[in-house]
C-alpha cells in the first residue's frame, strides 16, 4: 500500500510547475535536461567539451604552491577515491549511469558537463574522462557563475577561460603565459567570480538534497553544513546561538586560511589562502599515500575543534549530584558504590555539527576509562576491539538511514533513503552529555603495589575519537580492491581525573589532566546546562543555568539561557503556566543588567527576542509583533527571527507582512517547508490559487514524510538493542545491549 501512495505521489509531484518567483523550482531535476538528476548548470545550457576544462597542470607553472596543495586535497581526489566510488558504483550498476549526475555533479563535473555520463557514452565505468584523475580541478570552480540553495550541485559554470574583458565577457582561447601575465586584471575577472569567496558558493555541494528524479519519491534533505553555519555564531547573522563570536568566520577561514607562499604568483606579501581544504578526511589521502595531507588533517582535528569535561558523579543510590569536580572536590564515596559519570562534550570551535556531513559512515564516540591503583581497567567503554571493530555499547556519534523496508543503508544508497532513525550530532556551540554507569574502585594493599603507586588512588580517563570511516566499511570496500590500509583513530579531545581516599569514605582530586584549567566554572555550567537542554532534560538545564548566572552575574545571557529552558518545559506545564512566569522573570532580570543598554551586544538582541515569545505566550501579540519587527531589522537573515514574527503577524491577521517574513525565509532556505506550509492559507485568503497551488506543492516535497516514521519503528522492533541509544538521555554501563552490525541481508539491499 505504501508503494502505491509514493508512486502517486511521485507521479503528482514530477507535473510541470509554475514558477512563482522562489529561487528553486521543485521539479527542475525532472524536467528535459542534460544534466538531470542533478541540479548543477551551464550558463548556455550546452555541453562543455571535455578538451574546453583547462588541467590543472596548465595552472602549474604560476601557481605552484596552489598546485601542490591542490594535488593531495580531497578535491582532487573526490573522483577517485574509493570510498566515494563503492557508492556511486552501485548506483550506476543497479540504476544506470545517467543516474549518477546526481553525485557527479559534485565528485566528477567534468564528466556531467562533458556528457560522459550518458547511455550512449563510449565508457560506461570510471573514469569517464581523462580529468577524473582531477576530480575538482582548478577550471571546475574558477568557472562558477552562480551558487543557489537548494543542494546538491547547485550551481551554475560556464565554458573555462584563462581572460575577460572588462565587462566580465570571457576570452576563450589558449594564451601564453606572457599573454596572461600582460593582463592580470583581465586574468583575475575570468576566473575569480565574486561568488567564490562566498558560504554559498561552498553550499552548493555541501548541502545535499536526493530529489524524486533520483529516488522515485521525494525531497529527502541531507546534511547542510552551509545551513548549520549559517545558523551558527560564526555567521554573526542568528541571534540564537548560546557562544556568539566576535567576529564573522565563513567557511575560508577554517578551511582556506592564509599560509605562507614562496613559489606562487597569486601570494600577496608571501601568504596565499591554502588548498588544502583541511576537513576530517583521513582516509583517502593515505590511500595515495598522501601522508602529508593526512598528518596535516590529524593536526587539524585536534586543534581544540572539541572540549570534553568530566563534569559531575551522580549517586546512582540519592540521585545526588557530584559537581563541577575540579581540585577543590572532596567526595564522600564508598568503595564498589554504584555511580554514573556525567561527561560533557562540546563543540567548542567547528562552525558546523560534530561528526559533519556522512555521518552514516563516519565513526565518532567517546571513550571512557575507570582504572583501579594498578592501573588495570576496571569499566571500559567505547574501546576498539582486537578486530579493528568498535566496541557496539560504545557511546556514538552517527546516523542511522534506513530503506523503505526499515533497513538500515550501509553502503550510503542515499537514493534509497527513506527516512533517519536514529542521528546523533553535536551543533555548532553547543553540548553533548555522555553517561557512564560503574562501581567505585576499591583500595589495594601496598603489597600488591609499585612503591610508586598510591594504592588510595583511583583514575578516570575520556577521550572523543574519530575515525574517518567505521570499520566495517572500510575492510568491505579494501577487500573489493585487494588493497590494505589503516585508517588512523584521531584523538580530539582528552581528559582525566585521579582521586584518592582521604578516609574510608572520603576521596579527593589529585590532579586534572589534559583539561583547559582556564575554562571558568560558569563555563562548564553552561556548557552541561546546554548538554542538558539537548536531551530534552529542561528541569535540569534551568538550573545549571541558573547556576552558571550565579557565578558570572553580569552575563545576561545566562539567564536567558535559563528561561529558554522554562519554556521549553511550558509545553507540559498545568494550566497555571508557572514555567511562563519563571522565564518572564528571568527575562526581565536580564534586562535589568548593565549590558541591555548597549543595544549592539547580540546578547541584549537575544534577550529581547526570547521576550517577544514571552509577551506572545502572554497574549500580547502586538507587541511581541513590534518586537520581532524590529530585531528582524537588525538580523534580517535570522531565519527563526523571521519565522517567528510571521507567525506572530499571522495570528494578528496581518497576512500580507506575514507572507513578506516567510518568503525571507525561503530566501535564505529554499528547502524551508514550514514557510511554504503557512505560506498555502496565505495566497488562497488572497485568491492566488496558482501561488497556494505552487507552495502546497513544495511543502509536499521538502517535508518529512509523516508516514516513514512507521518504517523506524520498524528497524527498532527488529533491532532492540538499539531501544536505550534511541532515547537522547541514555547510560552506558557493562550492562549495556551491544548494538548488531547490519550486513547482507540485515541491511539494506544493493540497488
Not at 511581541?624 to 531565519?639: G, H, N, V
Request: aromatic fraction near 8%; charged fraction near 25%.
Amino acid at each position: 500500500m505504501k508503494s502505491e501512495i509514493k508512486r502517486w505521489l511521485f507521479l503528482l509531484l514530477t507535473i510541470p510547475a509554475v514558477t512563482i518567483g522562489w529561487g528553486v523550482t521543485a521539479h527542475d531535476e525532472s524536467s528535459a535536461t542534460l544534466f538531470a538528476p542533478s541540479n548543477a548548470r551551464t550558463a548556455d545550457g550546452q555541453l562543455i567539451p571535455v578538451e574546453q576544462f583547462i588541467p590543472a597542470s596548465r595552472c602549474l607553472k604560476c601557481h605552484q604552491d596552489t598546485h601542490a596543495a591542490w594535488s593531495q586535497s580531497l578535491h582532487r581526489n573526490a573522483a577517485r577515491e574509493p570510498f566515494y566510488r563503492e557508492s556511486a558504483d552501485i548506483l550506476l550498476k543497479t540504476r544506470g549511469i545517467e543516474f549518477t549526475r546526481h553525485c557527479e555533479s559534485c565528485h566528477t563535473p567534468v564528466a556531467l558537463f562533458s556528457g560522459a555520463l550518458s547511455k550512449d557514452a563510449p565508457k560506461q565505468t570510471a573514469p569517464f574522462t581523462k580529468l577524473d584523475d582531477e576530480g575538482v580541478t582548478c577550471s571546475v570552480c574558477h568557472s562558477v557563475t552562480e551558487a543557489r540553495l537548494n543542494g546538491t550541485g547547485s550551481y551554475t559554470i560556464r565554458r573555462p577561460a584563462l581572460l575577460a574583458k572588462e565587462d566580465g565577457t570571457p576570452v576563450f582561447g589558449d594564451f601564453t603565459d606572457e599573454q596572461i601575465l600582460a593582463d592580470v586584471p583581465g586574468h583575475k575577472r575570468a576566473v575569480m567570480n565574486p561568488t567564490l569567496r562566498s558560504p554559498e558558493f561552498c553550499s552548493t555541494c555541501h548541502k545535499v538534497d536526493a530529489p524524486p528524479a533520483l529516488n522515485g519519491y521525494k525531497h529527502i534533505r541531507g546534511f547542510s553544513a552551509y545551513d548549520e553555519w549559517q545558523q551558527s555564531g560564526a555567521s554573526q547573522e542568528s541571534v540564537l546561538p548560546f557562544y556568539p563570536r566576535e567576529m564573522r568566520k565563513d567557511c575560508r577561514a577554517c578551511h582556506m586560511p592564509k599560509v605562507e607562499s614562496l613559489n606562487d604568483r597569486a601570494a600577496k606579501e608571501k601568504m596565499i589562502a591554502s588548498h588544502r581544504w583541511l576537513g576530517a578526511n583521513t582516509a583517502a589521502p593515505l590511500f595515495y599515500g598522501q601522508t602529508k595531507q593526512a598528518d596535516l588533517t590529524a593536526d587539524f582535528l585536534k586543534k581544540e575543534v572539541l572540549e570534553v569535561d568530566i563534569f559531575a558523579l551522580r549517586r546512582n543510590a540519592t540521585g545526588e549530584l557530584l559537581a563541577p569536580l575540579d581540585a577543590t572536590s572532596l567526595l564522600e564515596l564508598k568503595p564498589n558504590e554504584e555511580i554514573t559519570a556525567e561527561v560533557v562534550v562540546s563543540n567548542r570551535n567547528a562552525a558546523h555539527s560534530f561528526p559533519p556531513e556522512v555521518r552514516d559512515l563516519y565513526e565518532a564516540w567517546v571513550e571512557f576509562e575507570v582504572l583501579d591503583a594498578r592501573g588495570q581497567r576496571v569499566f571500559h567503554s567505547g574501546f576498539v576491539k582486537a578486530d579493528g571493530m568498535l566496541d557496539e555499547a560504545a557511546h556514538v556519534y552517527k546516523q542511522i538511514i534506513l530503506d523503505e523496508q526499515g533497513r538500515q543503508i550501509t553502503r550510503h544508497q542515499i537514493w534509497t533513503t527513506n527516512i533517519k532513525a536514529y542521528d546523533n550530532t553535536i551543533l555548532p556551540g553547543r553540548s553533548d552529555v555522555a553517561h557512564f554507569r560503574f562501581r567505585v574502585p576499591v583500595k589495594r594493599p601496598n603489597s600488591k603495589l609499585n612503591r610508586s603507586v598510591n594504592p588510595n588512588d583511583w583514575t578516570l580517563r575520556v577521550k572523543v575519537q574519530y575515525r574517518r570511516f567505521n570499520h566495517e566499511y572500510v575492510s568491505y570496500v579494501l577487500a573489493q580492491r585487494r588493497k590494505k590500509l589503516t585508517v588512523p583513530i584521531v584523538q580530539m579531545a582528552q581528559t582525566g581525573l585521579t582521586f584518592r581516599y582521604v578516609s574510608p569514605l572520603k576521596q579527593s582530586v589529585t590532579s586534572i589532566q589534559f583539561r583547559n584549567d582556564g575554562l571558568p566554572q560558569w563555563k562548564r555550567w553552561n556548557d552541561y546546562g546546554i548538554s542538558l537542554l539537548e536531551q530534552e532534560q529542561f528541569g535540569e538545564a534551568a538550573l545549571a543555568f541558573r547556576r552558571a548566572a550565579e557565578l558570572s552575574p553580569a552575563d545576561s545571557s545566562l539567564l536567558v539561557n535559563a528561561a529558554i529552558a522554562e519554556l521549553r518545559t511550558e509545553r507540559y506545564a498545568h494550566q497555571e503556566r508557572p514555567q511562563l512566569n519563571k522565564a518572564a522573570e528571568l527575562i526581565a532580570r536580564a534586562l535589568a543588567l548593565p549590558e541591555a543598554n548597549d543595544s549592539t551586544k547580540p546578547s541584549y538582541v537575544r534577550t529581547r527576542y526570547y521576550r517577544a515569545l514571552v509577551w506572545r505566550a502572554e497574549g500580547r501579540l502586538a507587541d511581541a509583533a513590534a518586537e520581532l519587527q524590529q530585531l528582524a531589522q537588525i538580523y534580517p537573515r535570522d531565519r527563526e527571527v523571521q519565522r517567528q514574527l510571521a507567525h506572530t503577524l499571522y495570528g494578528l491577521g496581518r497576512l500580507t507582512e506575514a507572507r513578506t517574513a516567510l518568503e525571507s525565509i525561503i530566501n535564505i532556505d529554499p528547502t524551508d517547508f514550514g514557510a511554504y506550509e503557512y505560506l498555502v492559507p496565505i495566497f488562497l485568503s488572497a485568491g492566488l490559487k496558482v501561488q497556494a497551488d505552487r507552495a502546497r506543492e513544495l511543502y509536499l516535497q521538502w517535508r518529512d514524510d509523516p508516514l516513514a516514521d512507521g518504517v523506524a519503528a520498524r528497524f527498532f522492533a527488529a533491532h532492540p538493542q538499539w531501544a536505550d541509544e534511541r532515547i537522547r538521555w541514555h547510560i552506558h554501563s557493562k550492562d549495556s545491549s551491544k548494538r548488531p552490525i547490519l550486513t547482507g541481508g540485515q541491511a539494506a539491499a544493493v540497488k
